[in-house]
Protein backbone atom coordinates (compact mmCIF):
# COMPACT_ATOMS: atom_id res chain seq x y z
CA UNK A 1 0.00 0.00 0.00
CA UNK A 2 1.18 3.31 -0.78
CA UNK A 3 -1.28 5.59 0.26
CA UNK A 4 -3.21 5.89 3.41
CA UNK A 5 -5.27 8.04 5.00
CA UNK A 6 -4.21 10.36 7.68
CA UNK A 7 -6.98 11.30 10.01
CA UNK A 8 -5.09 14.02 12.61
CA UNK A 9 -7.76 14.06 15.20
CA UNK A 10 -7.58 10.22 14.80
CA UNK A 11 -3.77 10.29 15.39
CA UNK A 12 -3.95 12.92 17.79
CA UNK A 13 -6.57 11.24 20.07
CA UNK A 14 -4.74 7.58 19.71
CA UNK A 15 -1.28 9.54 20.31
CA UNK A 16 -1.47 11.98 22.86
CA UNK A 17 -0.25 10.76 25.73
CA UNK A 18 2.54 8.86 24.48
CA UNK A 19 6.24 10.40 24.27
CA UNK A 20 7.54 11.84 21.39
CA UNK A 21 9.76 9.23 20.86
CA UNK A 22 7.15 6.69 21.14
CA UNK A 23 4.88 8.73 19.06
CA UNK A 24 7.79 8.41 16.39
CA UNK A 25 7.91 4.75 16.95
CA UNK A 26 4.33 4.81 16.35
CA UNK A 27 4.81 6.26 13.29
CA UNK A 28 7.33 4.32 11.84
CA UNK A 29 5.56 1.08 12.78
CA UNK A 30 2.73 1.87 11.33
CA UNK A 31 4.41 2.83 8.32
CA UNK A 32 5.70 -0.52 8.30
CA UNK A 33 2.86 -2.19 8.75
CA UNK A 34 1.01 -0.70 5.80
CA UNK A 35 4.29 -0.75 3.50
CA UNK A 36 4.13 -4.89 4.09
CA UNK A 37 0.50 -4.82 4.50
CA UNK A 38 1.37 -8.25 7.04
CA UNK A 39 1.01 -8.16 10.71
CA UNK A 40 3.94 -6.80 12.69
CA UNK A 41 6.49 -9.42 14.24
CA UNK A 42 5.80 -10.21 18.27
CA UNK A 43 9.46 -9.30 18.85
CA UNK A 44 9.91 -6.22 20.63
CA UNK A 45 13.77 -6.01 19.96
CA UNK A 46 13.37 -6.66 16.72
CA UNK A 47 10.88 -4.00 15.87
CA UNK A 48 12.71 -1.73 17.25
CA UNK A 49 15.68 -2.21 15.53
CA UNK A 50 13.98 -2.24 12.24
CA UNK A 51 12.51 1.46 13.38
CA UNK A 52 15.66 2.62 14.68
CA UNK A 53 14.26 2.68 18.11
CA UNK A 54 16.58 1.80 21.33
CA UNK A 55 15.34 -0.71 22.93
CA UNK A 56 18.04 -0.52 25.48
CA UNK A 57 18.28 3.48 26.44
CA UNK A 58 16.65 3.80 29.75
CA UNK A 59 14.50 6.84 28.65
CA UNK A 60 13.05 5.27 25.37
CA UNK A 61 12.98 1.74 26.59
CA UNK A 62 9.57 1.45 25.36
CA UNK A 63 9.60 3.22 22.36
CA UNK A 64 9.65 -0.16 20.52
CA UNK A 65 6.89 -1.82 22.29
CA UNK A 66 4.30 1.43 21.91
CA UNK A 67 1.83 -0.63 22.89
CA UNK A 68 1.73 -2.90 20.42
CA UNK A 69 -0.88 -4.77 21.87
CA UNK A 70 -3.51 -2.31 21.65
CA UNK A 71 -2.64 -0.66 18.48
CA UNK A 72 -1.01 -3.28 16.16
CA UNK A 73 -2.21 -6.99 15.07
CA UNK A 74 1.32 -8.80 15.59
CA UNK A 75 2.30 -12.30 15.03
CA UNK A 76 2.84 -15.25 16.97
Known sequence: ???YQHHIGDFL???SR???SQCMAYLRL???YYDTEMPLENN???LAFQIG???DADADAD???VDRENQFTCSR
Open 1 to 3: MHY
Open 44 to 46: PRK
Open 53 to 55: ADA
Open 63 to 65: AGD
Open 18 to 20: LKD
Open 13 to 15: SAT
Open 30 to 32: MWM
